[in-house]
Structures are given as C-alpha cells and as structure tokens.
C-alpha cells in the first residue's frame, strides 16, 4: 500500500519497494512482502544465484530449462508488471579479468533481460560495475538496449564520492561513483530506458554533490537497514541528512526501496506491534519498522501548494516560446497571464513611485500624466495603472497601444464597463509604426519573455521611444536575462528524440524541476529604457565564466538555464532569476539553451560560455557555444534553427 | 610557372604565391609578381588597410563606395580565380576588448569575403586570431561559411609550439597555435571549406608536433624571408629541418607562399643574374631568390614511384570493404590482386618451407603431399604451391577448393594450359560444406583483409580445419590486427558528409595520406591455425592503451588506421603494419574505423580503446569505443552499421 496521502502528489514515490533473496515461490514472496508486509513492490532475484552457464554445459545431461524463480504461470501477467522489478544476478562482472567469468556473465544478463521481458517487468535493477572500468557491461547493456521492449534498466550505483580532493584525478582508486555511471551512460548514449538506482549509504557525500543527482534520471534509492540509527525507543531512524535527502526523493518521484536484515531486533519482534494485527500478519516483515518510518518521513510532508499543483503537469516539459510579436495571442493565454495578480500588483506599485516623483502632491489636482501602455492586451497594465493614480491622487491620461485586433476588442468592452471612457484612448496599433497625437510622460508595457529581451522587448521599446518624452519615464527603465550551467539528462533526451540539429540550437520554455543547477546564475543582457543613444544597437556579446564547486565532482551540462530580473521602477522589481524571484509569479517558467553534445566539467573548473544576441532585418536571435573546457559547435548559427520574427 | 616538372606529380604544391601589399593597380601587381616575378599566384590584399567603418559613417559625405582595391573589371574573370587569393585586412580583431574594434572588424571582414565571392576568388588568407580566445571570430567565420559559394577560407595560424611542458597546462599564455586552430575549426564544426595557412617561422617545433598538421587540412605555408638562412655565396637557403618540413608540404599539396622583404640584398640584386633578363624583367623581382630556391627544393625531390603513382588516385579516398565471402568477386578484382607478385614469392617461400619441413629428403621421392588451397580464385595460390614443389623437388597433389562459380571457370582453364590435370584438382564448393575425399597436409589460403580477419578467415578456415590433418600446416599459420590513432580531417568530413550515423560506425578500406599517425600500432585480435580447441570462439575483446608523446602536443583523434601482420609459415610473413609492413605489397591499404564525435588528447595522456569481435549466426561485426580520456558512444551496436556476412 501506498506510503500515505499527501494531497496533491500522484508521484511514484508514493510506492516503497524492498530487495528480496531469491526464492523459487514467488506467491509467497508476494504474499509476504506485500500482503503482509505493507510493500508496493518487490525487487526479486529472478535466477538462482548458483547458476553458471559454463557449468551447465559440462553437464550434458542437463535438460537445457534455465533455473528461474518459477514459471510465469504462477503470478498474473499484471502481478508481475505492478509488483516485481527483476533483481538480475549480483555476481555478475562483465569487465572481468577471467574470460569465463565475462563470458558466464554476459551469458546470464542476457538470459535475464530476456526472461524478465517475457514476464513484461517494468524494470530490471542490474548489479553495480564492479570495478571502475565498465566498457564491456556498457557495450551488452547497449546491445540490450537496442532491441528491449519498454522495460527500464536501472543501473545500481553506490552514493559514495571521496571528498579527497588531492588524490582525485590522479587516483586509480574509484572516488566518484557519479564518474561510473556518468561513463556507462555515453556508452549507451543517453539511452532513455537506462536509469539509476542509487544505493544510499550510512554516510552521505557533499551536499553540492548529491545536487547532481537530481539532473540525472535516478528512479530508486535502495537503503540498506545498515545505513538507519536507532532512537532512544530502538526503533530504526534516519540522520537529519538522510531525511532531507528522503524528502528531496520524494519530490523528484525517486522510489524508495529497503534492503537488508533487520538490525533492529526489538522493533522487529515488537510484542505491541504485533499484538494488534490479524492472523495473517502472524508472520510480521522484519523489515515493517523501517517501513513505517520512512512512511512517516512521507507523510509528515508538507501538502503541495496550490500554485505548484497546477504546475505539475509541465515539469520537465519542453515548450516553445511565444512568439507574440509576429503571431497574435489566443484568448488562452491572455486568460492564464492575466490571473497573475502577483505581477499586476508590482506594475501598480512601480507606477505608483513614479507618479509620486513626476508630480508633486501640491500639483497634483493641476497636472494630468500621459501614460501609454503599450501592448496593452486585454487591459491589465491600464487597470494597474488607473488603480495607480487613484492610489496617489494623481490625474491620468491613458492610451491604451494594442497590435492585437482581437484583443483590442476585449479591451473596448473591458473599458465601456468599467467607465473609462473618459480616461483611456484605445489605439489598434503595432507600436513600432503609431504616429502618437502627443508625448508620453510614462511608457508602461509587459513585453517581456523567460529569457528578458527574447520577446523583442528591446525592439518595440526602441519604436515606441519616439513618443516618449525626454524625460520620460520607462516602466520597466530595464531588464537583465540570467544564465547557469545545469545537468537535464530528461530535457536532453527530449530533445534528443526529435533527431535533428534544429531541436538542439531551439530555446525552450520549461518548468525546471528534474535538473541539477551547477553553479550560481550570472547576468548575460541588459537593456536599458529609454536609450541614452537612438544609435545603439540591440546587439550584444558575453563571454561568462563558471566555476564549478571543487566539492560538486564533476558533473554533466546539458545545456543553460535561463531567466530575467526587470526593474519596473526604482526598487520595484520583478523576476524569476532563482535567488531574487518575485515569490508566487507564475507568469513565466525558466528558458533552457540545450547543448548539441553535452560537455562534462571537472571539479573546480571553469566553464567558459559565449552568448550573442543577433539582429537582422526581420528577425533576432541568438547563438551560443562553449569554449572551455573544450570548444562546442557554434549553436544557430544565423538563427538557422530558432529565431524571434520581427 | 609551376616549380618545376616532377614526374607523376599533379598535385597543387607545384605553384607557389606571394604576399603582396595593398595596391590599387591589381594589373600591375600580377605583372609584377606573376609575369616579373615567377610566381603562380598573389595573395592580395582586397581592401584600403586605413578604412574602418566606424570612421566612415561619421563622415556622412562618403559616397559609400568601400574602399577595395581596384574595381573587378581590370582583371579577366580566370585571372581573379587563378591568380588572386584575397587577403583578409590584417588588422581585423574579432576578439578585442573594445567594442567598436570588434564591430568594425565584423563588418569589415564580411565586406571584404563578399567582394571576394563577388570575385569568385578560389581562396581567402584570414588573419591569425590575435590572442588565445577567438569565439567571435569563430561565430563570425562560422555565419559566413553558412552561406558561402565555393571558396576556401584559409586561416592563417604561425606554426609555434613551445616545448616547455611544466607550464603547459596552467599557464594563461598560448604555447600551442594547434590549439587555437582546434579550438576555431570546432565552433565551425569541422567545415570543410575551412583551412589553414601555416606560417613558418625561423624556429621550428618538435617533430612529433609538426606531424599532428599532416593530419589537418593544411592548405598553404607561408615562409617569411626572416625565416631564411644564408649560404656561403650570400644567397637565402633554409635549415635542413625546414627542408625536410618543405619536401613534406610538396608531399602533401600544400603550396608554398612566400612573404617579407628580401633580406638578401646581394641575391636579389645580383647583376650576373639580371645580365641574362630580357626588357620586362628589368625591375627584378626582390624574392626571386627565394622563389628560385624554393623551386630547387622542389626539382631535388625524387620522382614519385610508379606504385605510388598509380594509388594516387586512392588517396584518403573511403571504400567499403570488400565481401568476398557474401558476395562473389569480380573478374576485374582478380585481376588486380593477382598482380602483386610480392605476396606470391612470399606463399611460394611458405609452402617450400613447409615442404621441406614435412618431407625429408630421403623421402622426397616417395611421400605425396596432399596440399588444398581453399579459396583458389582464379589459380595464383596453386601455382605458386607447385613452384615451390618444383623448387623442393617435393611430390605435391593439390586439390583447388572454390566457391565463385565464375572463377572455378578460369581455374579450368589454367589448368588444361599449364597440363596440371594430373596434379590439381578442381573443387566447386564452399569449404565451411565441402566433403574432402581426404585429409590435407597443408592448407593454403588467402583469406585476409586489411584487419586480417575482417573477411572471415576465421570462420572459413574453422569450417577447412575438419579436412586438415591433426599435425597438418596451416598456411598461414596465424594473422594479427593491428591499430592506431589518427588525426584524418579529410576521412572525418567525407564520412560526415553522408549525415547519419551509419557511415561513422563503418570501416573503410583507405590508402591513408593526409593522416597523422599519433601513437605507434599495436596488436589487437589474433587467429591461429590450426586452432588448439574446436570450441575456441572467434569473439574478441580487446583493451588499448595508448599514450601520447608528451612533445606531440594536443591532437585531435577522428578515428583508427587499423592493419594485419600474417605469419605465413616460421618466418616467413606478410602484412601491412607501418613498422614491419612487407615492401612494394598492393593487395591491400589500410582499414580506417572512425569516431563518431573527434576526441581532443592532451600530451602525455592516455587513449583508452575497447575493441570487439562480435558473431552471430548470419554475421559478424566489430563494436568499438573509447573510454579516456572520455567515453564516446559504443559505436556499431548489434552491428548494426556495419556486418560482414557469413
């Protein structure tokens, strides 16, 4: 049974599973762990551990039936599906010095693999890389991978990295599990069914290196009952550490799976316990305490806010930018952006300060301020700024500046309703060609996308500049996009299945969520409003350098995050720039620049990234590229694969 | 006029250019250096060395007419192409500091390519990347080969490397030019109308440095005249280092550009040499000297020997192996193997000394071998196995085992005109499925490819070895593999050039040329015959080490030149591996394995390479990676690339 309800998760990670011996009577194993146990799964040895096929064909007798833990007849097709992962033998060694010993063990996975696709197992857990060089396991893991049907393969890894830095590159020794998994994964070439399962130890490597894990695709952690402490009751417990390590994967939909002899013999035998349950509960799990702990460890989560409910479904889902300069928006989308009360408030706020510096109180009832919004959509930005006025007193005069016909139409009724006849001036227009009867004293507009200036912002300010006074006000007067290193491998792989070039020089916008940020964001573009100079050019040009952590490990990039920081005005801001984000906005998810061929980076060193922002005559975009530690492709060169239209 | 007539040379390095200056007259400077001079060709700087755009367009009175030199109508269209390659300005900086440096230079350097393509100019000089960091100028090139008709872009970069390794890799100055060359060709992806112009400097770097070029698309080599020595009677000559680097260049179609001053004042004046000119040469070339030397470096080398000449053609050129056990081979490729005499004295040496291994004298007259030669194509084994009788004064009786019916034809026929019936029979049939009346005291096959077994030798031979006697001699006795690591840009672009992966996860039969060969080969799969044991299996699994030479620098590797070494019998072998590779042998070039993705070593690093012989029962195939200094891909999985047939 699930581990609890926790309102609004419908994760996997509801679903606890625990490493069984082998058995050959898989009723009993089910019966047992499940049943009686309170497991959601079982992760079973499917062949008996004894078997070598080079001693079976010694033996020429033998009947040739493979020693399997019983046919298939004995679970429902469906059984076997929801509550077995196939355990494939652990003494397997593919990278062995002894021929034998690889030949018997490429020998057994395959029989395995084939076994366990025929039973229609949603996964296999396969036993770690036993040593640090694992070409030959990745070359018949890949050869599986061609040809397997939609079972994934869960790679065990140990969640061990050395924190000795001084002996780390030089060492023969393993130090950095992640290097293991991060070889047999380029092997495999990122193959989508090949995941991981991480074996969680009694003690835990550096934060910033656990960090990575969440950009890969980790589906399970196994805990060992070695790796609990024991309260003050004797019951089984988890270090502060390893809690919030629970909790993070619990959030990122990673299954917990026990493992081990208990090792806490008075909680297992608990006479209280075990006084309350049914006759078939007699037999109780040995492993039931920590179960229940780390069902506790689940429910004493916090509910999932409301705001991130309604986001769960776009995850780690790749969508491409608006493109609402040289397309319309639908009715939708002006209805989703819309609700964002949020911004609206920040809008009102940054309009307010700058009626307050432009006319003084005793002017007050004398002075009307011409405000344009420009991009006026459906009307928000001229409800904020008439709320605005009326906040401070001040008098207004608004032209409301929309391209959009259609919008222009739900803004017509929007103002014959509220009675704004009077105060705002409707203008179909795109704003880069309007001939204003008269000069602004504030341009207020919204065009801003994830990435700042990637819905042309800069360019139709430069249109609409023409009828701002000289002194006049820009809200916002600027906007800078962010940008950091981050591990994807699912956003990666979307990518990847669409089997071009095109798809890997596109900006996507996506809700972050699987994904490993390796350094701090840094500011990229900035556009300032209005321009000191008619003359300058929107063009821009950064070389950034990251630094990752010594105590990261390496780690894999995929591609860079993107986001924006706007000053509306003065102090009044307005971002999704992860360490300044403007709390409870939904208006914009994060903008993600993949990397054609994903670039590993060494601990402590420095990843150097160049962005440009090109302008041509009817379009703009942007190229990138990696120059250390080795030198990427130039991406979308002359916006060949993704551009914003003029 | 050409350096001179080399016999068998057709190739580009026999015209040499000069650098000019900027000069309006473009009539007078070809008059001057083409006709005066003896050159082939100028490289001409296109564009007035004062002009700056941001210059220009605060002088709004300029008529916009850009300042290039001459317009394109004072030479023919053939003239430009044959005779002129444009020289980018040499102040271009795409990489400053300054903004309007960086600006100017990428407005000025694509004015300048589009005169050039205005001009159909075969090839354009770029200037060096002024420091260690070029991505603009990378991003700025990589746009214009986007669009670019067919002109070469040669970049310009001064041939340094310093030896000092212990500040190698820390140090922030630039000790390798190799470097920014990898660097620049990588953000342009390879392309291949990118190039470089070497310039040679007074001081040469190592040996095993200048070796990684050879491996690039290495276009020209500018010489300084600074870069000259001078001999006894006052004229420029160069050190014998450069001259063996020279010689490599004329080997390589790179052509020769002289640039500078003279710095020879006695040569380039000499009155005994001007005595004998005619009216036009009057105003003597100031670099004749040079060019005069240069043309005796070339007129000294030997001529190109006939072999060599007829495989120019083949050079670098990818072919798909052959699949002689699939397919039946064609009259025309009998025709010319049978031509390599060399391999056949090498078999006849072998079977004599098997003969008179076998047959003591005493019993020369008494005992008959029985020799099968198993694949006998058109007969050059059988005869070559009954000269060697003749030699030994052996008894021989040979059976001539075929598959190719067509083959089988010709055999016939050499037999009834050479009056062997008596002494060879025929026998039509598959050796994996031919039932022998008898067992065979030698068997004799030529069954190899350039990877030795890659034909399935041995499958065939293990399908032959029933019919051979328990003490019996194979001939050839064993055959090795051999690889190594090549810089190959030529072979990376052709097989890129297909655009999927298939053609990189194939292996090509190559007459390797434009290759730089990073580490000395070494051995990878062996077969000997007899086999020990019937149950030997013919998978492979190899792990290679190599290790760069810490005086080669960084290298990039696109792949492996893979060769075969066959013992034959006792000493006497046959093979193709550069070291031991047996001399005036055509039957077989090279086999190249390239990588999908190009994999950059340092100096002294270690390139780990896991190779694998896989069968099936339809097939066998080859699967390869790389796992350090980083993993690629496991290339070929399932063979699903590329199979050879069973």
Same mark, same amino acid.
């Given at each position: 049974m699930p581990l609890g309800e926790r309102a609004g998760d419908k994760s996997e990670s509801r679903y606890c599973g625990v490493e069984t011996d082998f058995n050959d009577d898989m009723p009993h194993v089910l019966a047992f762990n499940l049943a009686s146990g309170g497991f959601d799964f079982v992760v079973a040895t499917l062949m008996d551990p004894a078997y070598r096929p080079s001693l079976v064909k010694k033996d020429s007798l033998s009947s040739g039936v493979l020693p399997f833990a019983s046919s298939d007849l004995v679970l429902s097709p469906s059984q076997w599906s929801s509550h077995v992962v196939g355990k494939i033998s652990s003494w397997i060694d593919l990278d062995s010095e002894d021929e034998t010993q690889r030949m018997d063990s490429e020998t057994t996975l395959k029989q395995e693999i084939a076994w366990a696709s025929h039973l229609s197992l949603q996964a296999c857990l396969l036993p770690a890389p036993k040593g640090t060089s694992c070409a030959n396991y990745g070359r018949c893991v890949n050869q599986i991978l061609q040809n397997l049907n939609n079972m994934q393969l869960w790679l065990r890894i140990p969640l061990v990295k050395s924190d000795d830095d001084s002996m780390g590159a030089n060492s023969d020794t393993l130090v950095d599990s992640w290097e293991t998994w991060n070889s047999f994964r380029l092997l495999c070439e990122h193959h989508s069914q090949l995941s991981v399962a991480l074996d969680i130890l009694s003690t835990l490597p550096s934060a910033n290196s656990l960090v990575r894990w969440f950009g890969e695709p980790v589906r399970a952690a196994i805990i060992n009952t070695d790796s609990f402490l024991t309260n003050a009751r004797g019951y089984p417990c988890l270090s502060k550490r390893h809690q919030k390590l629970i909790a993070s994967f619990f959030n990122h939909s990673i299954q917990i799976i026990l493992s081990g002899r208990s090792v806490h013999p008075k909680a297992s035998m608990d006479p209280v316990a075990s006084h309350n349950h049914s006759a078939v509960d /007699?037999?109780?799990?040995? /492993?039931r305490p920590y179960l229940d702990y780390v069902a506790y460890l689940y429910q004493r989560m916090d509910p999932i806010p409301e705001q991130e409910r309604f986001e769960l479904g776009y995850r780690d889902f790749l969508q491409s930018p608006l493109q609402p300069l040289m397309d319309n928006l639908e009715a939708q989308t002006y209805e989703t952006f819309e609700k964002d009360t949020v911004k609206y408030i920040q809008y009102q706020r940054a309009v307010s300060k700058a009626l307050l510096d432009r006319v003084p109180d005793e002017q007050a009832s004398v002075i009307t301020t011409v405000l344009m919004v420009v991009g006026a959509g459906r009307g928000p930005l001229v409800r904020a700024s008439l709320q605005a006025a009326e906040e401070t007193g001040r008098k207004l005069k608004v032209y409301a500046v929309e391209k959009n016909p259609n919008a222009v139409v739900t803004l017509n009724s929007l103002i014959r309703l509220e009675g704004w006849e009077n105060t705002v001036t409707i203008v179909s227009s795109d704003m880069r060609h309007w001939n204003a009867p008269e000069m602004a004293d504030i341009l207020v507009s919204e065009l801003l996308g994830s990435f700042g200036d990637n819905e042309l912002s800069p360019e139709c300010l430069d249109g609409a500049q023409r009828f701002l006074k000289p002194d006049g006000i820009s809200i916002p007067s600027s906007y800078t996009s962010f940008l950091q290193p981050v591990t994807a491998s699912k956003l990666h792989n979307d990518v990847k299945a669409h089997k071009d070039v095109v798809h890997f020089e596109t900006a996507y916008v996506v809700k972050l969520?699987?994904?490993?940020?390796?350094a701090p964001s840094q500011p990229v573009f900035t556009f300032a409003h209005p321009k000191p100079s008619d003359k300058e050019s929107n063009q821009r040009y950064v070389k950034l350098q990251f630094v990752i952590p010594n105590d990261t490990g390496s780690a894999m990039v995929h591609g860079f995050a993107g986001y924006f920081d706007a000053t509306l005005y003065e102090d009044v801001h307005l971002g999704i720039e992860p360490s300044t984000a403007t709390p409870n906005m939904f208006s914009w998810f994060a903008i993600f620049f993949p990397l054609r061929t994903p670039i590993c980076v060494d601990p402590g060193s420095t990843l150097e990234v160049h962005f440009w922002r090109c302008c041509g005559s009817t379009k703009v975009w942007y190229e990138w590229c990696v120059t250390s530690p080795s030198s990427s492709p130039i991406h979308n060169s002359n916006g060949r694969s993704y551009w914003v239209g003029l």
């Amino acid at each position: 049974m699930p581990l609890g309800e926790r309102a609004g998760d419908k994760s996997e990670s509801r679903y606890c599973g625990v490493e069984t011996d082998f058995n050959d009577d898989m009723p009993h194993v089910l019966a047992f762990n499940l049943a009686s146990g309170g497991f959601d799964f079982v992760v079973a040895t499917l062949m008996d551990p004894a078997y070598r096929p080079s001693l079976v064909k010694k033996d020429s007798l033998s009947s040739g039936v493979l020693p399997f833990a019983s046919s298939d007849l004995v679970l429902s097709p469906s059984q076997w599906s929801s509550h077995v992962v196939g355990k494939i033998s652990s003494w397997i060694d593919l990278d062995s010095e002894d021929e034998t010993q690889r030949m018997d063990s490429e020998t057994t996975l395959k029989q395995e693999i084939a076994w366990a696709s025929h039973l229609s197992l949603q996964a296999c857990l396969l036993p770690a890389p036993k040593g640090t060089s694992c070409a030959n396991y990745g070359r018949c893991v890949n050869q599986i991978l061609q040809n397997l049907n939609n079972m994934q393969l869960w790679l065990r890894i140990p969640l061990v990295k050395s924190d000795d830095d001084s002996m780390g590159a030089n060492s023969d020794t393993l130090v950095d599990s992640w290097e293991t998994w991060n070889s047999f994964r380029l092997l495999c070439e990122h193959h989508s069914q090949l995941s991981v399962a991480l074996d969680i130890l009694s003690t835990l490597p550096s934060a910033n290196s656990l960090v990575r894990w969440f950009g890969e695709p980790v589906r399970a952690a196994i805990i060992n009952t070695d790796s609990f402490l024991t309260n003050a009751r004797g019951y089984p417990c988890l270090s502060k550490r390893h809690q919030k390590l629970i909790a993070s994967f619990f959030n990122h939909s990673i299954q917990i799976i026990l493992s081990g002899r208990s090792v806490h013999p008075k909680a297992s035998m608990d006479p209280v316990a075990s006084h309350n349950h049914s006759a078939v509960d /007699l037999e109780r799990h040995p /492993l039931r305490p920590y179960l229940d702990y780390v069902a506790y460890l689940y429910q004493r989560m916090d509910p999932i806010p409301e705001q991130e409910r309604f986001e769960l479904g776009y995850r780690d889902f790749l969508q491409s930018p608006l493109q609402p300069l040289m397309d319309n928006l639908e009715a939708q989308t002006y209805e989703t952006f819309e609700k964002d009360t949020v911004k609206y408030i920040q809008y009102q706020r940054a309009v307010s300060k700058a009626l307050l510096d432009r006319v003084p109180d005793e002017q007050a009832s004398v002075i009307t301020t011409v405000l344009m919004v420009v991009g006026a959509g459906r009307g928000p930005l001229v409800r904020a700024s008439l709320q605005a006025a009326e906040e401070t007193g001040r008098k207004l005069k608004v032209y409301a500046v929309e391209k959009n016909p259609n919008a222009v139409v739900t803004l017509n009724s929007l103002i014959r309703l509220e009675g704004w006849e009077n105060t705002v001036t409707i203008v179909s227009s795109d704003m880069r060609h309007w001939n204003a009867p008269e000069m602004a004293d504030i341009l207020v507009s919204e065009l801003l996308g994830s990435f700042g200036d990637n819905e042309l912002s800069p360019e139709c300010l430069d249109g609409a500049q023409r009828f701002l006074k000289p002194d006049g006000i820009s809200i916002p007067s600027s906007y800078t996009s962010f940008l950091q290193p981050v591990t994807a491998s699912k956003l990666h792989n979307d990518v990847k299945a669409h089997k071009d070039v095109v798809h890997f020089e596109t900006a996507y916008v996506v809700k972050l969520h699987n994904v490993a940020r390796l350094a701090p964001s840094q500011p990229v573009f900035t556009f300032a409003h209005p321009k000191p100079s008619d003359k300058e050019s929107n063009q821009r040009y950064v070389k950034l350098q990251f630094v990752i952590p010594n105590d990261t490990g390496s780690a894999m990039v995929h591609g860079f995050a993107g986001y924006f920081d706007a000053t509306l005005y003065e102090d009044v801001h307005l971002g999704i720039e992860p360490s300044t984000a403007t709390p409870n906005m939904f208006s914009w998810f994060a903008i993600f620049f993949p990397l054609r061929t994903p670039i590993c980076v060494d601990p402590g060193s420095t990843l150097e990234v160049h962005f440009w922002r090109c302008c041509g005559s009817t379009k703009v975009w942007y190229e990138w590229c990696v120059t250390s530690p080795s030198s990427s492709p130039i991406h979308n060169s002359n916006g060949r694969s993704y551009w914003v239209g003029l």
